[in-house]
């Protein structure tokens, strides 16, 4: 029997249905969106990492990864891809259409490759969307512990007896440890020889080998061969000292005021990923650099986590372009 009850529940839900319809017709945009908004991510998303195993990009990106994934509800699965300073990740990445590909933004692919390549199957600034600024890591300065130098400024006295006998190893031409090695040359006017790897986990093998005599290498990559006694910190490129390497002066402690090297990770997004996309990463991003077990385990490897927005991460990415388009121009840094 039709009862009034029953007759109004039918209007009333006639009314919402009708509500909806017209609401999709008269603002599609509105509708798609709130869709959209409520489907992604719809499978696991992959972040590429652009160099080797085995460096500070692993450590950040696996930590950013495991919190992102909890706030998400889907897997976020690192996935290392290096070769050609970075540019082929970067290549994959900006060619992605699938919605669930990010790659790792860092100094070497988003602040210094641009000026040191001739020509990029890829516009950097145009085919990647800045999501967040995950970390700042320390750049520390190291030696084998053969090395006959026990601070900065012998090593640099040492270098200056020796020109160019002494080496120093890097994760690859316009990587981040060229770049500051390649600084601290100019600031203290030596040469000592620069070796590329393909990678930082391969730089540190013939590191602690002994093929090296030096390098300039991410804090968390390194801090447990420094505390065991295989490598020897020599300076650190922060304005202050360090926590965890108390002993250990800053270069611009060892007689050159204002000299600072930081290296940084950040999320980027090919061109193509929705906006509800980046929102919902950058909102992730944040929640994970807030988690405490995430700030604990990357401050414990000396990384300063950040999870700031895209608009402060774009802005951020702009300032490091202009200040090491100077310093790659001046060291007249050269893709392999």
Known sequence: MNTPLS???????????????????????????????AAWPSKPIRLLVPFAPGGSSEIVARSAATEISKTLGQNVFVENKPGASGNIAMQECAASTDGHTMILGHIGTLAVNPFIFDKLPFDTNRDFRPISLLAKVPSLYVVNADVPAKNLKEFIALAKAKPGQLNYGSAGNGSAGHLAFEYLKMASNIFVLHVPYRGTGPQLTDLLAGRLDAASVGAPAILGHIKSGKLRCIATGTKERLPQLPDVPTVAESGYPGFEMTQWYGLNAPASMPQVAIDKIAEACAKAMRNPLATERLRGDTAQPVGDTPAQYAAFIKTEQERWKLVAARAKIKPD
């Open 7 to 37: 007759r109004r529940s039918a209007l009333q839900s006639g009314l919402r249905t009708g509500t909806a319809l017209v609401a999709s017709t008269a603002f599609p945009g509105l509708w798609t969106s709130a869709q959209a908004q």
